[in-house]
């Protein structure tokens, strides 16, 4: 909406340089929509340069979180060789008492195995070996301590494969746990990384928006220069006329009866060749143009017969009186009439309304004398 605006405004501002039809008040409209204008996209670019510099702390804040994580990741480095150590320590002594295991069982099994094919010959040996009875009680105290520790061996060969059952479990849980730290620290990197580059991406995308809104804003201020311009030349053209001093309007007639044919005095363009405001190209102007708002009267420059009150080609909404001596007055582009054919109007009588009927680029009046039929410069006749 705010773009076609200010297309809206800049084309306003190039017809109102190029035909000079903007009235004073117009340009004073003109004026305070360019600076509304420019406010909104003014606030627009505060609100990007909130967003950039929102987006630019949480950069800092990503960034510094970004150290923190290569820092993690620098001391979990360490905790890693720690656990791959430690891994490699477990799995050396799972090695070790497997084989200490083996050998066990080897060495026990052969015992079982000699005890097993020289069971009966073991227990009469002692018996008949012995050379008395503290020697034979001796020799038994000494076979059954070879039995307890062949208990006791067997119970150790238990505890080792417990031992080992264990240091397996530990491996499998140290290696998990290692394979976990390694997956999170490198998720936690990348998802830092991510979100650097999403908002590296979004910081150029508002600088874009904000680059594109102080185009705009520049564009305006130069489109409202133009305007504060012609309004300052529109004033001072005012000024002009009225220090003038021939004090002409409606209610002043000069010596050969003609009035200033409204109470609007900015004449915009003379008598004779100009370039067209709308075909371009030099042509001939056989009137005047006076701008001003919209509606304002139009009066009969001289008393007359009304012989045309209507549509008039690229002359819009026009009103020809016959003056009776020759003379007729031509009053074009009105947006409505205050007279109809036939009528006869007095000089100073409102006749029609200011508008921008027909070929026009803005709400004037184009008024034009003829004299049996060709136009004449009306300057002279209404004191311009």
């Known amino acids: 909406m705010r773009k076609a605006i200010a297309v809206l405004l800049l084309f306003t501002i190039v017809f109102s340089v190029g035909a000079g039809f903007a009235s004073i008040s117009e340009l004073e409209a003109e004026l305070e929509s360019a600076d509304s204008l420019i406010e909104s996209i ?71 195995r000699v005890m097993y094919y020289k069971k009966d010959e073991s227990v009469w040996n002692v018996i008949f070996e012995a050379k008395g009875i503290a020697d034979l009680l001796n020799r038994l105290d000494q076979l059954k301590a070879i039995t307890e520790q062949d208990k006791k061996l067997l119970i150790e060969l238990n505890k080792k494969r417990e031992e080992i059952e264990a240091l397996e479990v530990q491996e499998k849980e140290n290696y998990a746990r290692l394979l976990e730290l390694k997956a999170q620290l490198a998720r936690d990197e990348q998802e830092l990384l991510d979100l650097q580059a999403e908002l590296e991406r979004r910081k150029e995308e508002i600088l874009a928006e904000r680059r594109k809104f102080e185009a705009e804003l520049e564009a305006q201020n130069s489109a409202r220069a133009s305007i504060a311009a012609n309004l300052s030349d529109a004033r001072a053209e005012a000024e002009r006329i009225a220090a003038a ?97 036939g009528d006869y109007v007095s000089g100073g009588d409102v006749i029609m309304y200011m508008g921008t009927t027909g070929t026009s680029t803005g709400n004037h009046l184009h008024f034009t004398i003829m004299l049996y039929g060709d136009d004449v410069d009306p300057g002279p006749y209404i004191g311009y």
């Open 42 to 112: 003014q606030q627009d670019i505060d609100a990007k340069v909130e967003e950039q510099y929102a987006v630019e702390r949480r950069l800092e804040d990503v960034f510094a979180r970004v150290e923190e994580v290569k820092q993690e990741i620098e001391t979990n480095k360490q905790l890693i060789v720690e656990k791959e150590e430690e891994l490699k320590r477990i799995r050396k002594e799972l090695v070790k008492v497997k084989k200490e295991l083996a050998d066990q069982e080897e060495a026990y099994g052969d015992r079982l």
């Open 245 to 341: 001093g021939n004090g002409l309007g409606p209610d002043d007639i000069t010596i050969g009866g003609w009035r200033w044919p409204t109470s609007a005095t900015y004449v915009t363009s003379g008598y004779g060749y100009r370039t067209h405001p709308v075909y371009g190209g030099t042509s001939w102007h056989n009137g005047i143009d006076i701008a001003g708002a919209a509606g304002t009267p139009i009066y009969a420059s001289r008393g007359g017969l009304v012989t045309m009150a209507g549509w008039y080609g690229g002359y819009g909404n026009t009103v020809v009186i016959d003056h009776g001596d020759g003379y007729t007055s031509l009053y074009a582009h009105g947006s409505a009439f205050n007279c109809s054919k």
